[in-house]
């Protein structure tokens, strides 16, 4: 029999991960199923047990249990899921559960390989404070630019994650004026309600690249990063790439990710 992976999540219908992952399998040979699994919202943990005991092989974690799946395999958890707190990749073996975390990787390789964007030295704006910025921002430090600036609509919310991260600094919009930016990016959930996070075009420094992680729509954030003559991308590279690292720990295999991400543009 294949072996059996997940996306688990609530809702899930959405997810593009079934399709992604039969995409690598089918590039890399590799038997597999991959399956949507809608668990309860005060069920993951009984949704996840189920799957193992089911003989699931690994999952990935989205919307919203990433942080319960931490603490399901906190005792067993690797380095760069623990710096940023979420787990969005699980792997079963015998008896235990491991938790991983692909999203900060997926994300940088997006932007410096598939894009070309330099993050050492540039002065780089993260927008928004929840689960999306946390999952991105330890490896956006470590990536060392030259300034890295938290910036979110509840302002408290951004000064802590800064502190935490050991990002340069964390505060409202309001706070931004005056400083411009290299690399921006939207990890807010403000286009999906078709909102931008408050920025001005001054803002966007030349060349500037500017980034959300939202996909398969032009937000209202790419719209006004364009108007100010930015280069825009979303976040649908990320997805892929978040995606091939975490075929990439179960099955030892790197999947070619750049046909996949052109397919997904294409449908
Ligand atoms: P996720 O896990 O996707 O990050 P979340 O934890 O609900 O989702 O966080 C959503 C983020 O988008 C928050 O930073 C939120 O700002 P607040 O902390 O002030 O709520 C931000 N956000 C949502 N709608 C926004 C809008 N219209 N403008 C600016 N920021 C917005």
């Not at 690797?78 to 787990?87: E, F, M, N, S």
């Not at 964007?117 to 404070?129: N, W, Y």
């Amino acid at each position: 029999m294949a072996d059996r992976y997940a996306v688990i999540g609530h809702p899930v219908a959405h997810s593009k991960s079934p399709w992604i992952h039969a995409e690598f399998a089918r590039q890399t040979h590799q038997g597999l199923d991959y399956a949507r699994i809608e668990a309860p919202l005060d069920g993951f943990e009984r949704t996840v047990e189920e799957f193992r005991a089911a003989g699931g092989s690994g999952a990935n974690v989205t919307l919203p249990f990433k942080a319960q799946a931490f603490l399901y395999c906190k005792d067993a958890v690797t380095d760069r899921a623990r710096a940023v707190g979420v787990v969005n990749t699980l792997i079963f073996e015998k008896g235990a559960a491991r938790g991983d975390n692909t999203d900060g990787v997926g994300l940088l390789r997006d932007l410096t390989v598939n894009l070309g964007c330099k993050l050492a030295g540039a002065r780089v704006l993260l927008m928004g404070a929840g689960g999306a910025a946390q999952g991105v921002l330890a490896p956006l430090v470590a990536a060392g630019p030259r300034r890295l600036v938290v910036a979110n609509r509840t302002a408290d919310k951004a000064r802590a994650l800064a502190r935490r991260y050991g990002a340069s600094a964390g505060g409202g919009y309001e706070d931004l004026r005056g400083e411009q930016f290299d690399v921006l990016l939207n990890a807010t959930s403000a286009g999906l309600a078709d909102e931008a996070p408050p920025l001005a075009a001054g803002q966007f420094a030349s060349g500037a690249l500017a980034y959300d992680m939202v996909y398969g729509r032009d937000t209202p954030f790419l719209v006004l990063a364009r108007a100010a003559g930015a280069a825009t991308h979303d976040g649908i590279g990320m997805l892929v790439e978040q995606a091939a690292e975490s075929f990439f720990v179960w099955r030892g295999v790197r999947p070619d990710t750049a046909p996949v991400v052109a397919a997904l543009r294409g449908r």
